[in-house]
């Protein structure tokens, strides 16, 4: 169980992060708070869980399947899909991705400060949480 949390931990905050910060740091801290399947929608589950990204961090574009809410606890992050507006969140700004977006932009907007964001997702159950892109890192 603890492989399968980590695992969707690493999945979740962007596939990989890559920091700009001190290489001895983690980029990111995800804490999964909640995994539940959806009674009433056949096949789907809802995820929530915390992410805290180090100053300067950032995720190589990818995909999540699943209806994304993003919810700013701390600081200030920067998040795009493709072929939509890039954005600056602060606390208590919201972002959504649809099931089919391509997330191209996620990072921490501060190099100094560290982001903290709140995530929920329902996708369906047992999908992968996040994949590559296509044509991404």
Do not use: W
């Not at 399968?4 to 999964?32: D, E, H, M, R, W």
């Not at 701390?74 to 089919?100: A, Q």
């Amino acid at each position: 169980m603890m492989r399968k949390l980590v695992l969707f931990v690493a999945a979740i905050a962007g596939f990989v992060l890559i920091a700009n910060a001190q290489p001895a740091a983690s980029p990111v801290k995800a804490t999964p708070l909640m995994t539940k399947d959806l009674p009433g929608i056949a096949g789907k589950e809802a995820i929530m869980l915390t992410v805290e990204l180090a100053p300067g961090a950032s995720s190589p574009p990818h995909r999540h399947e699943a209806s994304t809410f993003v919810y700013v606890l701390e600081g200030s992050i920067m998040m795009g899909v493709k072929g939509g507006k890039e954005v600056t969140l602060g606390p208590g700004e919201t972002f959504y991705e649809k099931p089919d977006d391509v997330h191209t932009v996620g990072r921490n907007a501060s190099a100094t400060k560290p982001a903290k964001f709140l995530v929920f997702m329902v996708k369906a159950k047992g999908a992968p949480v996040s994949m590559p892109a296509p044509g991404g890192h």
